[in-house]
Antibody, heavy 124, light 107 residues
Framework: EVQLVESGGGLVQPGRSLRLSCTASGFTFGDYAMSWVRQAPGKGLEWVGFIRSKAYGGTTEYAASVKGRFTISRDDSKSIAYLQMNSLKTEDTAVYYC???????????????WGQGTLVTVSS | EIVLTQSPATLSLSPGERATLSCRASQSVSSYLAWYQQKPGQAPRLLIYDASNRATGIPARFSGSGSGTDFTLTISSLEPEDFAVYYCQQRSNWPGTFGQGTKLEIK
């Protein structure tokens, strides 16, 4: 069974940093691209970023709203994906979901599996 | 960036009725359109991908259709657990944008 467990959320002041982790199990982590999707309170879904598997170069893509501030990385030996968030703004307040692509060969994210989410609150 | 517009914003129906949800893209996304269901306090769940393919474990009462710019999610006979928010998402072009959602509520 595919499982994704996010951790690292919490309350942080504007301008500070936070790192989220996504621990995966139930599949060969290194074979799949991973994404982060967020949802502000009472709002819809917003794709944040994406990291390809090593087979597809391990490269990353980001939404314009976070590009230059957020960085996604992965440790295939530990089956963990990370979201490093710097220069946080109040508008980054959201539940952050870790997702796995449905298949190993998707080129644009298709969010086949989701974690339960972790809440990040950016406030002074 | 491709914009997805979902309609209606809210749909009020009774259990046993048929639900029809719409998603329109600002430009063609071919068949690269997915649907997700989100219940309160839960993560979204993939229902349909590539316009008409049901994801694993999704009941047959859920079906998707369409191509190009106009897509439909149909729930043939609503069960109590189907009342939720539904999002469409395109993966034709970067970034893979979402629609704003349709809330399906009990009438």
């Amino acid at each position: 069974e595919v499982q994704l467990v996010e951790s690292g959320g919490g309350l942080v002041q504007p301008g500070r940093s936070l790192r989220l982790s996504c621990t995966a199990s139930g599949f060969t982590f290194g074979d799949y691209a991973m994404s982060w999707v967020r949802q502000a309170p009472g709002k819809g879904l917003e794709w944040v970023g994406f990291i390809r598997s090593k087979a597809y170069g391990g490269t990353t893509e980001y939404a314009a709203s976070v590009k230059g501030r957020f960085t996604i990385s992965r440790d295939d030996s530990k089956s963990i994906a990370y979201l490093q968030m710097n220069s946080l703004k109040t508008e980054d307040t959201a539940v952050y979901y870790c997702t796995r692509d449905l298949t190993p060969w998707t080129t644009v994210p298709l969010f086949g599996y989701w974690g339960q989410g972790t809440l990040v609150t950016v406030s002074s | 960036e491709i914009v997805l517009t979902q309609s209606p914003a809210t749909l009020s129906l009774s259990p046993g009725e048929r639900a029809t949800l719409s998603c329109r893209a600002s430009q063609s996304v071919s068949s690269y359109l997915a649907w997700y269901q989100q219940k309160p306090g839960q993560a979204p769940r993939l229902l349909i991908y590539d316009a008409s393919n049901r994801a694993t474990g999704i009941p047959a009462r859920f079906s998707g259709s369409g191509s190009g710019t106009d897509f439909t999610l149909t729930i043939s006979s609503l069960e109590p657990e189907d009342f939720a928010v539904y999002y469409c998402q395109q993966r034709s072009n970067w970034p893979g944008t979402f629609g704003q959602g349709t809330k399906l509520e009990i009438k």
